[in-house]
Nanobody, 116 residues
């Protein structure tokens, strides 16, 4: 079992920045794809960004050029740097750890609210 704990959410004005953190209870980055998802009220959960064990990254179209995913293997922590935030970025952000053939782990989520 792996525990994922997100932090860093909050209220920010449009154009501002936030950095989310996802701390894993043990080292899993070498075998699991780490990802950030978000879910806004009344909408489906969508992929924001992911980082593979090899370090490859991928981003949702709506956040490309504004968000950056990274990780610190020594701290078992994945980050999501969010810049130029827009009101439409308002959502609960979730961290996940996935591996083919295995049940993914999810964090409890952290609320991000962007005011206009």
């Amino acid at each position: 079992q792996v525990l994922l704990v997100e932090s860093g959410g909050g209220l920010v004005q449009a154009g501002g920045s936030l950095r989310l953190s996802c701390a894993a209870s043990r080292s899993i980055f070498s075998i699991r794809v780490m990802a950030w998802y978000r879910q806004a009220p009344g909408k489906q959960r969508e992929l924001v960004a992911h980082i593979t064990p090899g370090g490859g990254t991928n981003y949702g179209d709506s956040v490309k050029g504004r968000f950056t995913i990274s990780r610190d293997n020594t701290k078992n922590t994945v980050y999501l740097e969010m810049n130029s935030l827009k009101p439409e970025d308002t959502a609960v952000y979730y961290c996940s750890a996935a591996r083919a053939g295995f049940t993914p782990y999810w964090g409890q989520g952290t609320q991000v609210t962007v005011s206009s």
